[in-house]
């Protein structure tokens, strides 16, 4: 995108989107030739196209990692076999009785139970990448909480069992799962990357 | 969900028996730069209908049906690209369908196509897998395998699936491998195995002569795995025809009966809740009392070490076939050996050994073509394709290839088809000079594990010969 185009944004206005900007650009597409002889073989197909996600009901999750909360769900049918059950990643349904759930804030026992379950440390990354490299991936339990959540740890080395923090991207954040991460307890807030702090 | 009803636990039971015929494979390669997808599915159904002695126009005038396995519509850019491989192959206007599970597409195209034959609604159906992983630069497809994660919860995670499986890798090397060199050097023997194996094979496009320091010294993707320990990325396609028995016999001097079941689980593996281990046939629960003692941490079932969905896919489809204790009623299986960690899991889920045991079925030489601690027979050798370590990983094709590679053995064929000079020459390879016939002689009954990323998916599909069933239909 060249610095004169704007970035694609959308809005919602009662039921439907509203858009503004590009949401895609054409760029023309360049021959492959084999080297030996030039002959022809195919063509390259570049692509820059904006899609719209919603959140739906996942939206509050988000909203309030930008906030420094982390929020989790809870099945509170009292016809539910598994009534009770808290889950993190949240889910707006439960998989047992699909009511809804209730949102809860876990962000005081994450900051006193949030444990790593396992880690990997990785170079490879994907295209569309922003995390730094290496990458730290933990998975994070908490007590009473059912499952288990993806995030990274950009500070610090994770062991397996290694008490932890939730940290938020407060400040210009990116309105996704990389606005939160976790890292060792008692790591000092100057440590923390640009942009991040502990939260509420 | 944790808890089953007895409904769903129901062993599915098929209207009528469902016969395995022909299949057929591409040659499998990193990139095609000058075939188009649908010029390697022509070249499955070529060879299938080459191996019973028919044209293809003759096979294809059976065809009822088509099921259509193709994992990434993003990768080929192309979405309905059933539409076009069923118009190139000449099939349409016959009603077809295309199948998507991840890496299990291979083996639930084979599902589909098995249900399809077993409620009577065809007599012949074409299961085609293809998938192309060249159409995109190396980094943009990591972004797209990565995008087979959660979009919102893992993806933005570094687009890379190396974090969302090698978590569980981790925690299997620390409880089960409790970080020992033996272990890392057991995951190796994995590798060597299928790499060498995959030297015999003239479809393969990994085989390499390796030893084990070759893979202790191979770059590190993600601790403990080394790039050796990983699969290939693949283009290539593969097929089979299923049939009812009337067709089969008149297709095919020895047609094989097939059994296909599926399984799932979680996409996101954390959310995979502790639940009581679904027992197969020859399993008792005492087997796991002491499971937490014995392995720390281990208690938590699936949790990040185990399979559910292959689990849960053996659960049905050993007993649809009567299976017993795989180790003494099956004579070969292809498992989903996508890193050499997650071949050992599948051999816990599969029962070849309890959960927690897994390495013991490469230790004690089990799983060789020929034990190297005995100079016999392995009493189930796995992956002797080569695997997708070895021979190929061209995800829609992947179990389809798998269980064509059985077949193969089964009808006695492995090593005509695997040692014909003729076709070492089209791939425009040489035949080793010490190519090896890694046939497993005798062969009756299958098992082969088409399994998707951290397992949201996996479908098991077993091949018997007629003459050897265990369960009366």
């Given amino acids: 995108m060249s610095q004169n185009e704007v970035l694609p944004t959308v809005e919602v206005v009662g039921r439907r989107y509203v858009l503004k900007g590009k949401f895609h650009r054409i760029v023309p597409g360049t021959p492959i030739r084999r080297r030996s002889d030039g002959k022809l073989v195919g063509i390259t197909k570049p692509r820059d196209m904006t899609y719209i996600h919603s959140y739906g009901g996942e939206a509050p999750f988000f909203e309030a990692l930008t906030e420094g909360r982390l929020l989790a769900s809870r099945c509170d049918n009292p016809k539910c076999e598994f009534k009770g059950t808290v889950y993190e990643p949240f889910r707006i349904h439960c998989p047992d009785c699909l009511a809804k759930c209730t949102i809860v804030d876990i962000t005081d026992l994450a900051r006193e139970t949030a444990k790593v379950h396992t880690f990997i440390i990785t170079e490879r990354t994907g295209a569309f990448n922003t995390l730094k490299i290496p990458i730290r991936f933990v998975n994070i339990e908490f007590d009473g909480v059912a499952t288990i959540l993806m995030s990274y740890m950009p500070v610090g080395t994770p062991e397996i069992g290694m008490r932890v923090v939730p940290i938020f991207r407060t400040k210009n954040p990116c309105y996704d799962i990389t606005d939160l991460a976790f890292v060792p307890l008692g790591t000092p807030e100057s440590d923390l990357p640009e942009g991040f702090t502990f939260g509420k | ?473």
Avoid at chain 2, 107 to 119: M, N, R
Avoid at chain 2, 243 to 258: G, H, S, V
Avoid at chain 2, 321 to 326: S, V
Avoid at chain 2, 344 to 364: A, T
Wanted: with cysteine; aromatic share 10%; charged share 25%.
């Fill in chain 2, 1 to 473: 969900m944790i808890k089953f009803s007895d409904r769903q636990l129901k062993i599915p039971k098929m209207m009528r028996p469902v016969f395995l015929v022909t299949g057929g494979m591409s040659e499998f390669r990193r990139s095609f730069p000058e075939k188009k997808t649908e010029e390697l599915c022509v070249d499955a159904l070529n060879m299938a209908a080459e191996l019973v002695d028919m044209s293809p126009a003759e096979l294809k005038s059976y065809i009822h049906t088509a099921y259509y396995g193709h994992f990434a519509d993003h990768f080929g850019d192309q979405l309905l690209g059933e539409a076009v491989i069923h118009d190139r192959l000449g099939l349409d206007p016959l009603g077809n369908i295309g199948i998507k599970t991840g890496g299990a597409t291979g083996g639930s195209t084979l599902w589909e196509g098995f249900k399809a034959v077993a409620s009577g609604y065809s007599d012949c159906v074409l299961c085609m897998g293809w998938e192309r992983m060249d159409e995109v630069p190396t980094d943009e497809g990591n972004h797209l395998i990565a995008s087979a994660a959660d979009k919102d919860w893992e993806t933005p995670l570094g687009h890379i699936y190396a974090g969302y499986y090698a978590v569980m890798a981790q925690r299997y090397w620390k409880i089960f491998g409790k970080e020992e060199d033996s272990f890392r050097q057991t995951m190796a023997a994995i590798a060597v195995k299928h790499r060498n194996y995959a030297v015999h094979n003239p479809f393969a496009h990994g085989g390499k002569r390796i030893d084990i320091d070759d893979v202790l010294e191979s770059p590190i993707v993600a601790y403990p795995l080394r790039q050796l320990d990983c699969c290939l990325m693949s283009v290539g396609a593969a097929c089979a025809i299923l049939t009812d028995e009337k067709t089969a016999f008149r297709l095919c001097k020895n047609p094989l009966r097939i059994y296909v079941a599926a399984g799932s689980h979680t996409l996101r593996v954390g959310d995979r809740r502790h639940m009581e281990i679904p027992l197969l046939p020859h399993e008792t629960m005492e087997m796991y009392k002491d499971f937490g003692e014995r392995f720390p941490g281990g208690d938590r079932y699936p949790g990040f070490t185990g399979f559910l969905a292959t689990r849960m896919a053996c659960y049905y489809a050993y007993r649809m076939a009567g299976i017993q204790n795989p180790l003494e009623d099956l004579d070969l299986a292809e498992l989903h050996d996508a890193f050499t960690i997650s071949d050992i899991q599948s051999y816990e889920d599969c029962g070849f050994r309890p959960y927690g045991e897994g390495r013991d079925f490469v230790e004690s030489g089990d799983c060789y073509h020929t034990n190297p601690h005995t100079g016999k027979p392995g009493r189930l050798p796995t992956n002797l394709s080569g695997g997708l370590i070895g021979c190929m990983h061209a995800v829609g094709a992947t179990g389809i290839m798998q269980v064509v590679e059985c077949a193969l053995h089964l009808w006695g064929r492995h090593g005509e088809i695997h040692g014909d000079p003729k076709r070492w020459e089209a791939f425009g390879k040489t035949k080793p000079d010490d190519w090896k016939d890694l046939s497993v002689r005798g062969a009756k009954r299958s098992l082969a594990i088409s399994h998707a990323g951290v397992g949201s998916h996996v479908t098991a599909t077993i091949l018997c010969h007629p003459n050897h069933l265990l369960k009366e239909d």
